[in-house]
T-cell receptor
Framework: AQSVSQHNHHVILSEAASLELGCNYS??????LFWYVQYPGQHLQLLLK??????LVKGIKGFEAEFIKSKFSFNLRKPSVQWSDTAEYFC???????????FGAGTRLTVKP | DTGVSQNPRHKITKRGQNVTFRCDPI?????LYWYRQTLGQGPEFLTY????????KSRLLSDRFSAERPKGSFSTLEIQRTEQGDSAMYLC?????????????FGPGTRLTVL
């Protein structure tokens, strides 16, 4: 079955530490890839997206993600996290021309000041 | 605020009652999606509209669930004979048809608690 896996359920980091959140998917064809963030008490917001082209995608707030097709992965990175990055992060995938977007279970990031 | 709005934000109901939620998409967005999110999980796709046409429904959408988008603008999601297992956050998203580059923008959700 098509699925999206986020391996880390809860990540705790100190401010200025580097972040990498894993995302793997099981679709075999062409995919669109997204990372959404949900800050405490707020709704899902788009961080970044990949449709085609350069596999290294830059998003808002200093986040970036790299699409590695051979590994079916789209990991999220940030070189130096801030306390304000504390949030839940969701990876999402949909197949080309398919509107059924599948989400991972999410990774809760806690950044200690 | 020109984002996606949902009403009500919270709904508490007793088992067996019917509930209806409303979603107002971003104006000019012709696509509208409904998702359900339970604790500790990511959103799960329920259904999708292009203008007023309901084009796709998940198997999660049992016959107790019905969604409409009568004029291609706002949408309603109704759950009949609610069950405790229906307790969840119901999310709405909208997008402007971008072909294969569709990007969905989410509303704040309606949290349903079935007692």
């Amino acid at each position: 079955a098509q699925s999206v896996s986020q391996h880390n359920h809860h990540v705790i980091l100190s401010e200025a530490a580097s972040l990498e959140l894993g995302c793997n998917y099981s679709y075999g064809g062409t995919v669109n890839l997204f990372w959404y963030v949900q800050y405490p008490g707020q709704h899902l917001q788009l961080l970044l997206k990949y449709f085609s082209g350069d596999p290294l995608v830059k998003g808002i707030k200093g986040f970036e993600a790299e699409f590695i097709k051979s590994k079916f992965s789209f990991n999220l990175r940030k070189p130096s996290v801030q306390w304000s990055d504390t949030a839940e992060y969701f990876c999402a995938v949909n197949e080309y021309n398919n509107n059924d977007m599948r989400f991972g279970a999410g990774t809760r990031l806690t950044v200690k000041p | 605020d020109t984002g996606v709005s949902q009403n009500p934000r919270h709904k508490i109901t007793k088992r067996g009652q019917n509930v209806t939620f409303r979603c107002d998409p971003i104006s000019e967005h012709n696509r509208l999606y409904w998702y359900r999110q339970t604790l500790g999980q990511g959103p799960e796709f329920l259904t999708y509209f292009q203008n007023e046409a309901q084009l796709e429904k998940s198997r999660l959408l049992s016959d107790r669930f019905s969604a409409e988008r009568p004029k291609g603008s706002f949408s309603t999601l109704e759950i009949q004979r609610t069950e405790q297992g229906d307790s969840a956050m119901y999310l709405c998203a909208s997008s402007l048809d971008g072909g294969h580059t569709d990007t969905q923008y989410f509303g704040p959700g309606t949290r349903l608690t079935v007692l």
